[in-house]
């Protein structure tokens, strides 16, 4: 996944294999035959990217997520994300991360909210009709939900995918809980190599490209 040399096209080639079986294993034949095609390219991007086949299990789709985001990237709608890491690794132009922002540390110690909620707030007309990426910060998810709640907002697509015991789960179930298109991990389990590898398989399925 992003080799250009033999060897690594190579790697990367016996990679997808053992990542599809290891997917296969988990899910069993039946389930498997239950997603599509570009829900396994992304099942299959996570998988190979933290090297742990539990996530086959932990993904969930709901809403057309894909599509939507797709759509999104096509039309170079925003994304907004969390922390610097995700923005680091998202291969994308219109890209957005306010958390460092003078802006963010005012609102923050003002409203004595946390910075990921500041930043989100500040986001609030990126977020609007873009996308979202969420990989460490349930604050930062749980405002988003807020702003679709009780603004009005309407993301095309929200990959929520904070990790952590602490207020991380109950994020992500509140936002399957609302209509927004949504790519989730259930349980603790996700961070930036999830948050990361689902944006730029959807980035990458834009460009009708697998990897």
Avoid at 111 to 125: G, H, L, N
Avoid at 185 to 210: D, E, M, Q
């Amino acid at each position: 996944m992003g080799a250009t040399t033999k060897e690594g096209l190579n790697i990367a080639e016996k990679s997808r294999t053992i990542v599809k079986n290891k997917i296969r294993q988990v899910l069993g034949e039946d389930k498997l035959k239950s997603y599509s095609s570009e829900e396994l390219t992304i099942m299959e991007r996570v998988v190979h990217a933290t090297a742990d086949e539990e996530y086959a299990k932990l993904l969930i789709f709901k809403n057309n997520p894909i599509e939507n985001g797709i759509e999104a990237i096509k039309n170079k709608k925003p994304v907004v994300v969390d922390v610097g890491m995700v923005k680091a690794g998202i291969r994308y132009n219109n890209l957005y991360n306010f958390i460092n922002d003078k802006e963010t540390y005012k609102m923050a110690e003002e409203e004595q909210i946390t910075r990921a909620i500041a930043s989100m707030r500040i986001a609030k007309k990126l977020i609007d009709g873009g996308v979202v990426v969420i990989g460490n910060a349930p604050t930062a998810l749980f405002e988003v939900i807020r702003l679709i709640n009780e603004e009005g907002i309407k993301p095309k697509l929200v990959i929520g995918a904070p990790v952590g015991f602490v207020k991380a789960s109950e994020s992500k179930e509140a936002l399957r809980n609302t209509d927004v298109p949504s790519i989730t991990t259930v349980g603790p389990k996700g961070g930036t190599p999830v948050a990361v590898s689902i944006a730029n398989g959807i980035i990458a399925l834009s460009k009708n490209k697998r990897a």
